[in-house]
């Protein structure tokens, strides 16, 4: 299984930015996804997690009325949109495979293929 993030940048404090995660080795639609980051000196936190199929969705707490995170199953894609961006936001976003007809999920241990990481840098 391989999972490559994209999308992430520097961007000012306000502003917006779209993340994409392209699967591929499983079949998608029946994997739950998520969305995890890591700040410096932090541990890795849970950002947005999306159900099989069409997706209950569940959200952080740092980042609800903010983040939305959707899938495309016909394409093997998650995103995760961004939107009145913090400093605080500022971290390497991961996204992750879950479990077999699993819903969304916040912990770490339900996920077990990660992509590579991309940067996300808030100016304020």
């Known amino acids: 299984v391989q999972l490559q993030a994209s999308g992430g940048g520097l961007v000012q404090a306000g502003g917006s930015l779209s993340l994409s995660c392209a699967a591929s080795?499983?079949?998608?639609?029946?994997?739950?996804m998520g969305w995890f980051r890591q700040a410096p000196g932090k541990e890795r936190e849970f950002v947005a997690g999306?159900?099989?199929?069409?997706?209950?969705?569940e959200y952080g707490d740092s980042v609800k009325g903010r983040f939305t995170i959707s899938r495309d199953n016909a394409k093997n894609t998650v995103y995760l949109q961004m939107d009145k961006l913090k400093p605080e936001d500022t971290a390497v976003y991961y996204c992750?495979?879950?479990?077999?007809?699993?819903?969304?999920?916040?912990?770490?241990?339900?996920?077990?293929?990660w992509g590579q990481g991309t940067l996300v840098t808030v100016s304020s």
């Open positions: 080795g499983r079949t998608f639609s029946i994997y739950s």
């Open positions: 992750a495979s879950g479990r077999q007809l699993g819903g969304p999920s916040s912990r770490r241990d339900e996920y077990d293929y």
């Open positions: 999306i159900g099989y199929g069409s997706g209950r969705k």
